[in-house]
Protein backbone atom coordinates (compact mmCIF):
# COMPACT_ATOMS: atom_id res chain seq x y z
CA UNK A 1 0.00 0.00 0.00
CA UNK A 2 1.42 3.05 -1.26
CA UNK A 3 0.42 6.18 0.76
CA UNK A 4 0.89 9.98 -0.05
CA UNK A 5 -1.42 11.46 1.99
CA UNK A 6 -4.73 9.86 3.42
CA UNK A 7 -7.66 11.62 4.42
CA UNK A 8 -10.98 10.66 6.10
CA UNK A 9 -13.66 13.05 7.61
CA UNK A 10 -16.44 12.41 10.84
CA UNK A 11 -16.33 8.98 10.64
CA UNK A 12 -15.27 5.63 12.75
CA UNK A 13 -13.22 2.87 10.43
CA UNK A 14 -10.63 0.87 11.57
CA UNK A 15 -7.40 0.13 10.50
CA UNK A 16 -5.13 -1.84 11.73
CA UNK A 17 -1.34 -1.61 9.86
CA UNK A 18 0.11 0.38 7.48
CA UNK A 19 3.20 -0.37 5.09
CA UNK A 20 4.54 2.64 3.69
CA UNK A 21 6.83 2.21 0.33
CA UNK A 22 9.04 4.62 -1.46
CA UNK A 23 7.37 7.76 -0.32
CA UNK A 24 9.06 10.65 1.58
CA UNK A 25 6.71 12.06 3.54
CA UNK A 26 3.79 10.57 5.57
CA UNK A 27 0.54 12.37 6.60
CA UNK A 28 -2.65 11.59 8.32
CA UNK A 29 -5.41 14.02 8.83
CA UNK A 30 -8.06 13.01 10.73
CA UNK A 31 -11.08 14.89 12.54
CA UNK A 32 -13.34 12.85 14.61
CA UNK A 33 -11.51 9.02 13.33
CA UNK A 34 -11.23 6.30 15.78
CA UNK A 35 -7.87 4.61 14.47
CA UNK A 36 -7.30 1.03 15.86
CA UNK A 37 -3.50 1.26 14.08
CA UNK A 38 -1.22 -0.88 16.08
CA UNK A 39 1.86 -1.45 13.81
CA UNK A 40 3.74 0.64 11.28
CA UNK A 41 6.45 -0.14 9.11
CA UNK A 42 7.83 2.72 7.84
CA UNK A 43 10.92 2.64 5.49
CA UNK A 44 14.42 4.90 5.22
CA UNK A 45 13.02 6.36 2.18
CA UNK A 46 10.35 7.88 4.47
CA UNK A 47 12.46 11.21 6.28
CA UNK A 48 8.84 13.52 7.07
CA UNK A 49 6.15 12.67 9.74
CA UNK A 50 3.89 15.25 9.26
CA UNK A 51 1.85 17.81 11.52
CA UNK A 52 -0.69 15.52 13.93
CA UNK A 53 0.09 12.32 11.42
CA UNK A 54 -0.67 9.71 13.91
CA UNK A 55 -2.39 12.03 16.16
CA UNK A 56 -5.50 9.70 18.75
CA UNK A 57 -3.74 5.78 16.99
CA UNK A 58 -4.94 5.14 20.56
CA UNK A 59 -3.91 1.18 20.14
CA UNK A 60 -0.28 2.17 18.96
CA UNK A 61 2.04 0.12 21.18
CA UNK A 62 5.56 0.85 19.90
CA UNK A 63 7.68 3.23 17.20
CA UNK A 64 10.61 2.82 15.50
CA UNK A 65 11.16 4.99 13.26
CA UNK A 66 15.00 4.76 11.72
CA UNK A 67 15.05 7.63 8.68
CA UNK A 68 12.54 9.94 9.62
CA UNK A 69 14.50 13.32 10.44
CA UNK A 70 11.90 15.80 10.29
CA UNK A 71 8.37 15.66 12.49
CA UNK A 72 5.85 18.09 12.91
CA UNK A 73 4.06 19.01 15.97
CA UNK A 74 2.09 16.90 17.60
CA UNK A 75 2.88 13.67 15.64
CA UNK A 76 1.84 11.67 18.15
CA UNK A 77 -0.21 12.85 20.60
CA UNK A 78 -2.59 10.80 22.66
CA UNK A 79 -1.48 7.52 21.24
CA UNK A 80 -2.64 6.11 24.70
CA UNK A 81 -1.46 2.42 24.53
CA UNK A 82 2.43 4.02 23.00
CA UNK A 83 4.80 2.34 25.29
CA UNK A 84 8.52 2.97 23.70
CA UNK A 85 9.46 4.82 20.85
CA UNK A 86 12.81 5.37 18.91
CA UNK A 87 13.75 8.23 16.98
CA UNK A 88 17.49 7.10 15.35
CA UNK A 89 17.98 10.03 12.76
CA UNK A 90 16.50 12.81 14.04
CA UNK A 91 18.22 15.78 15.51
CA UNK A 92 15.35 17.72 16.68
CA UNK A 93 11.73 16.34 18.10
CA UNK A 94 8.76 18.87 17.78
CA UNK A 95 6.56 20.50 20.04
CA UNK A 96 4.25 18.43 21.89
CA UNK A 97 5.26 14.98 19.71
CA UNK A 98 4.61 12.52 22.36
CA UNK A 99 1.94 14.63 24.49
CA UNK A 100 -0.33 12.55 26.80
CA UNK A 101 1.09 9.36 25.86
CA UNK A 102 0.01 8.14 29.04
CA UNK A 103 1.72 4.76 28.71
CA UNK A 104 4.88 5.78 26.97
CA UNK A 105 7.74 4.41 29.78
CA UNK A 106 10.90 4.65 27.44
CA UNK A 107 12.23 6.44 24.95
CA UNK A 108 15.61 6.26 22.61
CA UNK A 109 16.93 9.26 21.14
CA UNK A 110 20.25 8.36 19.53
CA UNK A 111 20.75 11.53 17.76
CA UNK A 112 18.70 14.44 19.58
CA UNK A 113 20.03 17.80 20.30
CA UNK A 114 16.46 19.77 20.71
CA UNK A 115 13.44 18.50 22.79
CA UNK A 116 10.57 20.71 21.70
CA UNK A 117 7.64 22.57 24.02
CA UNK A 118 5.49 20.29 25.66
CA UNK A 119 7.18 17.00 23.96
CA UNK A 120 6.66 14.62 26.49
CA UNK A 121 3.66 16.44 28.78
CA UNK A 122 1.59 14.41 30.59
CA UNK A 123 3.36 11.35 29.53
CA UNK A 124 2.80 10.22 33.36
CA UNK A 125 4.02 6.72 33.28
CA UNK A 126 7.57 8.18 31.03
CA UNK A 127 10.62 6.71 33.18
CA UNK A 128 13.50 6.69 30.50
CA UNK A 129 14.62 8.86 28.02
CA UNK A 130 17.74 8.29 26.72
CA UNK A 131 19.83 10.82 24.54
CA UNK A 132 22.90 9.04 22.99
CA UNK A 133 24.09 12.24 21.21
CA UNK A 134 27.82 12.20 20.88
CA UNK A 135 26.48 16.49 20.63
CA UNK A 136 27.77 18.52 23.81
CA UNK A 137 24.58 20.68 23.75
CA UNK A 138 21.06 19.07 23.93
CA UNK A 139 18.45 21.81 24.12
CA UNK A 140 15.59 20.89 25.83
CA UNK A 141 12.43 23.60 26.14
CA UNK A 142 11.07 24.60 28.86
CA UNK A 143 7.77 22.51 29.43
CA UNK A 144 9.09 19.76 27.84
CA UNK A 145 8.81 17.16 30.45
CA UNK A 146 5.58 19.00 32.08
CA UNK A 147 3.67 16.14 34.65
CA UNK A 148 6.11 13.73 34.01
CA UNK A 149 7.63 11.45 36.51
CA UNK A 150 10.72 12.62 35.28
CA UNK A 151 10.30 15.74 36.80
CA UNK A 152 9.00 14.29 40.11
CA UNK A 153 12.07 12.37 40.38
CA UNK A 154 11.01 9.09 39.35
CA UNK A 155 12.52 8.90 36.33
CA UNK A 156 15.65 9.68 34.56
CA UNK A 157 16.92 10.98 31.12
CA UNK A 158 20.31 8.83 30.18
CA UNK A 159 22.86 10.71 28.53
CA UNK A 160 26.77 10.23 27.46
CA UNK A 161 29.76 10.41 29.48
CA UNK A 162 31.04 12.88 27.73
CA UNK A 163 27.77 15.91 28.04
CA UNK A 164 29.34 16.36 31.60
Given at each position: MKVK????????????????????YFYVFATNVT????????????TTIGENAFQNCTSLTSVDLPSATSFGSNAFIDCT?????KISSATSIGDGMFARCTSLTTVDLPSVTSIGEATFAYC??????????TST??????????????????????VPSSMY
Open positions: KFYKYDTDFLLNSILIEKNDFLLTSITIPASVALTTAVNLKAVIVRTVVEVAFNAFAETPILQGAGNIY
